[in-house]
């Protein structure tokens, strides 16, 4: 599973894309987003890249902001996030 961290933003954006990518390649399908706590749109641009790659990734412990800003950018219904249990 890709972990994302506590935060994401344009500072950290590549090198999160880019951990995650190789995950991706090494046959990771499911993300964990319940640790994130502080993220600007970055992380929009990121999970679509992460999509490009593998378009069934699921996207586990998205927190509620992370679903309204998906929803703001047209992206909810091409992300698969799923709220915490």
């Known amino acids: 599973m890709i972990s ?6 344009h500072q950290n954006a590549l090198e999160v894309r880019d951990a995650g990518i190789q995950k991706i390649q090494s046959n990771e399908k ?8 502080e ?16 378009s069934d990734l699921e996207v586990h412990g998205s927190p509620e902001k992370l679903q309204v800003l998906a929803k703001v950018y047209g992206l909810d219904e091409l992300l698969t996030l799923k709220r915490p249990q």
């Open 39 to 54: 993220f600007d749109t970055s992380i929009l641009a990121i999970l679509l890249a992460w999509f490009r790659v593998k």
């Open 30 to 37: 499911a993300i964990d987003a319940s640790a994130l706590q």
């Open 4 to 9: 994302l961290p506590s935060i994401v933003n």
